[in-house]
């Protein structure tokens, strides 16, 4: 929506969170995903998908490779998969241990350009990690499932994989992680302090109570100095109740 990335840059700054050199824009970086879609076409490991939501709700969550087999050329408006292989993805996470799963009977053959010509997430995501020279990622909980299909990609394009740490999500009553799908309430930017210091007790940073009221940079100063990684090893999710 117009004035989406303003509001998320202004939401970061308040939050003392700033960011190295120009911000990178994906709309800006078309031409290097497709360029990618050619690189992996080229591999005869990528092809063309026409199934419609409807007959794929009646098969199970592991696409059963209904177009696998089908002539490469369609005039028809097609999704893009790749071929994933009868292998084990296997990766030590920083905070959940060793992970290992196999792509072709967990996940199936993923899409990497979807029907309307949008870039799907992990292709994305793998073109914006090499381009800037990422080698550290650490995200949510949710993200756990991507990673192995992000590392089959960077093995495909000869990318070298970063290191991973998926940390616990926040989550309601339900457990459903806060967020705008499950309308959770936005970031008030004019509470930053209180927010960052309520943060650091969900993840069982155990501030000291008079951090509450501390200027941001104080709050996010305390953070890395004492930040214990261990205190979250092997959590997929805190409760936004305990401290409500």
């Known amino acids: 929506m117009p004035g989406a990335s303003d509001d998320i840059l202004n939401c970061l700054q308040s939050f003392g969170l700033h960011w190295d050199g120009e911000v990178d824009y994906q709309s800006q970086h078309l031409d290097q995903y497709q360029q990618t879609i050619v690189e992996l076409q080229n591999q005869h490991k990528l092809y063309p998908c026409t199934c419609s939501r409807s007959l794929l709700a009646n098969s199970t969550l592991i696409y ?3 177009c696998r087999t089908k002539a490469q050329s369609t005039n028809a408006p097609h999704a893009l998969r790749v071929k994933t292989a009868d292998i084990s993805m296997r990766f030590v996470d920083g905070l959940q241990g060793e992970i290992t799963q196999n792509l072709a009977r967990e996940h199936g053959d993923f899409i990497v350009k979807r029907k309307d010509g ?3 997430y992990q292709l994305a995501c793998v073109v ?3 381009r800037q020279a990422v080698n550290r990622v650490v995200r949510g909980y949710d993200l756990l499932d991507s990673t192995p299909k992000q590392q089959y990609l960077q093995h495909l394009l000869g990318y070298p ?3 991973y740490m998926h940390i616990p999500l926040i989550v309601d009553s339900e457990g459903n992680k806060l967020s705008k799908q499950t309308r959770a309430e936005a970031a008030n930017p004019n509470q930053a302090g209180p927010t960052l210091f309520l943060l650091l007790t969900l993840l069982k ?3 000291p109570p008079d951090l509450r009221l501390a200027a941001i940079d104080s709050i996010l100063e305390w953070a890395i100095e004492h930040w214990q990684t261990e205190r979250l090893t092997n959590t997929q999710a805190v409760s936004a109740l305990q401290h409500n």
Request: glycine share 6%; charged share 15%.
């Open 161 to 163: 994989s970063p290191l």
């Open 118 to 120: 949008i870039i799907a």
């Open 205 to 207: 940073q155990n501030p």
């Open 64 to 66: 059963p490779g209904h």
């Open 128 to 130: 914006d990690d090499q």
